[in-house]
């Protein structure tokens, strides 16, 4: 569903919340009235249907059998609408709360979850721009999570060293983070992370497998970062071409690119 009205709240003042989830970054609606309003043409649709029932010489067979599959839709798009309109995402610093009016139906830590998408989406249609697509995924099972898209506002003011994308730019730092410490961790025991299908993470250095030729390494302490758009390049001290490059809204992108940072400031 894309939302158009976005309700995102920044929160400049931050009060500790219980189960250690950490301070309150920003609130955001899981959905909006821009998503409740789908429901809207199908009901355009069931209008003139529904005069059907004034229809002599039509059964009631008949009219049933149209009218129902289109009510039962129009039931759940605007129930799933209504119930999003009530549910809140309040990300945290450790954690997220998903809020149901002033009762907390699930907290999930960042540090539990195992892949996070946070895309802005630009399309073209016969040379037309068309508007961009926020896309945000964050699973802590391979079915379990948060998923929405809408269309992006504008970065608000935010101390960040990560390039600047949409409204939500707070809560795409602390999931990175959150899990960029959890990656870190598994690298301190000696178990190689894989990032992304040719890059694999080491505690001292990463080997890129490209598709075509042999695999070789890079050492945190030769390595330098370089942002182009949505596009992360890799660099050595020792070249100055690209080694290799990683699109930072492909799953894990943003944690990958927090824990390369700190890899290479402690390799320093």
Same mark, same amino acid.
């Given at each position: 569903? $894309? +939302? ?13 919340? %219980? ?22 043409? $199908?009901? #355009? ?6 005069? #059907? ?47 149901? *009016?002033a009762f907390i139906v699930?907290?999930? %830590?960042?540090? +539990? ?13 016969? *040379? ?5 697509? #926020? ?42 983070? *959150? ?9 301190k025991q000696g178990t ?62 943003? %944690? ?8 290479? +400031?402690?390799?320093?």
């Amino acid at each position: 569903m $894309i +939302d158009q009205f976005p309700h995102t709240t920044p929160v400049t003042h931050t009060h500790q919340q %219980p189960d250690d989830v950490g301070p309150l970054i920003l609130t955001t609606r899981a959905q909006t009235w821009g998503t409740a309003l789908l429901a809207l043409p $199908i009901l #355009l649709v069931i209008a003139p249907l529904f005069l #059907l029932f004034f229809v002599p010489y039509v059964s009631i067979e008949i009219k049933l059998f149209v009218l129902t599959p289109l009510l039962i839709v129009w039931i759940l798009i605007t129930g799933f609408g209504a119930v999003g309109l009530l549910t809140h995402l309040d990300f945290h610093l450790h954690a997220v709360n998903v809020r149901r *009016g002033a009762f907390i139906v699930r907290t999930i %830590p960042y540090a +539990d979850c195992s892949s996070f998408t946070f895309a802005v989406v630009k399309s073209h249609f016969h *040379g037309i721009p068309l508007p961009s697509v #926020l896309i945000f995924s964050l699973r802590y099972r391979p079915l379990r999570g948060i998923s929405f898209q809408r269309l992006p506002g504008r970065p608000k003011p935010w101390s960040s060293s990560l390039p600047p994308t949409s409204e939500l730019d707070p809560a795409r730092d602390v999931i990175a983070a *959150g899990m960029a410490k959890r990656m870190l961790d598994q690298l301190k025991q000696g178990t190689p992370l894989k990032w992304t299908r040719s890059i694999t993470l080491h505690q001292h250095e990463l080997v890129y497998k490209p598709i075509i030729g042999r695999s070789y390494t890079i050492a945190y302490s030769d390595m330098r970062l370089q942002t182009r758009g949505l596009g992360l390049f890799i660099t050595t001290t020792k070249n100055n071409h690209d080694e290799t490059a990683i699109a930072l809204d492909e799953a894990n992108g943003w %944690p990958g690119y927090v824990l390369l940072l700190q890899l290479i +400031d402690q390799a320093q």
